[in-house]
């Protein structure tokens, strides 16, 4: 019976890549991992934490043109908030009011590749108020049936993502808005996210 049920969460994880790796169909009109040649495999880094359940290997949302680099934006944001933005790659991130007690130097990458993925700073930083993350999906190939699993997967050490894949320690849900094509979803603490849309493997 184990055995069946490992066939089973097989099966289903083979599904989300393939729904991940569809390509994007265009939203309602109306609303309501094999590593890149010569880099360290996030599989073989992360097999530690991969049988202790501290980490959790998910499929990546790609972008349907890849970043030729990767694209940074610094702002200093105080108490009253603001916003970090990058267009070519479809994100922005506010910062509410009173998220930060004093000014502070916010910087986010836009990381080069496939891979819809974000590194931020100051690194460990946590806030008194959950920042908000949208990123524009018409950029990647989320469509209809995996835009129903996206979540924003934190990873601590870039070394942690593949080329289709990434092992994360934290997901956290959003929601998507049909009418404009986006999800939102809440960061706490810094160092990197990744948009996922469903485990890249079964325990």
């Known amino acids: 019976m184990h055995t069946t049920f490992r066939r089973i969460g097989t099966a289903v994880s083979l599904a989300l890549l393939a729904a991940c790796s569809a390509e994007p169909t265009s939203p309602p ?57 990058i ?23 836009a990381r080069a590749g496939s891979l819809v993925a974000y590194d931020f700073a100051p690194h460990g930083v946590t806030f008194a108020k959950p920042l908000v993350f949208k990123q524009n999906l018409a950029v990647t190939n989320t469509n209809l049936v995996s835009a129903l699993l996206l979540q924003l997967g934190y990873y601590s050490d870039p070394s942690l993502l593949g080329t289709v894949t990434a092992l994360v320690s934290e997901l956290t849900g959003g929601s998507v808005n049909y009418s404009t094509w986006t999800f939102t979803s809440s960061i706490r603490h810094f160092s990197g996210y990744i948009m996922s849309c469903g485990r890249g493997g079964d325990d």
């Open 29 to 85: 009109m109306s609303s309501a991992a094999a590593p890149a040649a010569g880099a360290p495999s996030a599989d073989l880094l992360g097999l530690g934490g991969l049988l202790n359940g501290t980490l959790r290997l998910v499929a990546g949302v790609k972008r349907n043109t890849p970043l030729a680099a990767p694209i940074t934006v610094t702002q200093t944001i105080g108490a009253s908030g603001g916003t970090l933005s």
């Open 87 to 109: 267009p070519a790659a479809g994100v922005t991130v506010t910062v509410p009011a009173g998220a930060v007690s004093s000014n502070v130097v916010f910087t986010m990458t």
